[in-house]
């Protein structure tokens, strides 16, 4: 089993910024892809973004490039999500996910996905 837990959030004004870390813990060496995912009040689960575990491999959505960065403390089996130029609409659950399975299939998609974190709330006031 894999255990994520993430910290970070908080309320910031627009414009502003934040970093949310993802600790990962146990059988870390069954993980590929580790990944963000987010949820604002009444919509669908959305995916932000997503590393390799070795750090070799990034990937953002288009509405967050340029303003996120997601990287890795291969140390620390952490992952981050440098969140700046904040806008309202990024408020939302942030979840940090980690798979099993490789690069290459859907990245994007939640079902991929094999263990996820409690998540933590961004609130981005306008």
């Known amino acids: 089993q894999v255990q994520l837990v993430e910290s970070g959030g908080g309320l910031v004004q627009a414009g502003g910024s934040l970093r949310l870390s993802c600790a990962a813990s146990?059988?870390?060496?069954?993980?590929?892809?580790m990944g963000w995912f987010r949820q604002a009040p009444g919509k669908e689960r959305e995916f932000v973004a997503a590393i390799s575990w070795t750090a070799s491999n990034t990937y953002l959505v288009d509405s967050v490039k340029g303003r996120f960065t997601i990287s890795k403390d291969n140390a620390m089996n952490t992952v981050y999500l440098e969140m700046n130029s904040l806008k309202p609409e990024d408020t939302a659950v942030y979840y940090c996910a980690g798979r099993r399975s490789d690069w290459s299939t859907s990245l994007g998609d939640g079902r991929m996905y094999d263990y996820w974190g409690q998540g933590t709330q961004v609130t981005v006031s306008a």
């Open positions: 146990g059988r870390t060496y069954s993980l590929y892809v």
